[in-house]
């Protein structure tokens, strides 16, 4: 099962779900305050780990190395 991210409007609170992938659009009750929160869009980094070591950025993840031009994360400001 897919895991979603949601934020109640009512109290600002930001949750994770683990959900159907039929119950990913449907509102999901705050584990504080109760009323419904709303989905919200996940970012997540990917990354490509080198026979010889080096970790380098996969283009078109969502994370901002995604446009970084540095060889190693370690280069990177963001």
Avoid at 42 to 50: E, M, R, Y
């Amino acid at each position: 099962m897919p895991i979603y991210e949601y934020n109640c409007r009512k109290c600002d609170y930001e949750f994770e779900l683990m959900r159907p992938i039929s119950q990913s659009t449907a509102p999901a009750a705050c584990p504080k305050c109760k009323e419904d929160a709303e989905r919200i869009l996940s970012t997540f980094a990917s990354f490509s780990v080198s026979s010889g070591g080096s970790v380098t950025p996969v283009a078109g993840t969502g994370s901002s190395c995604a446009t970084c031009g540095g060889t190693h994360c370690s280069t990177c400001a963001g």
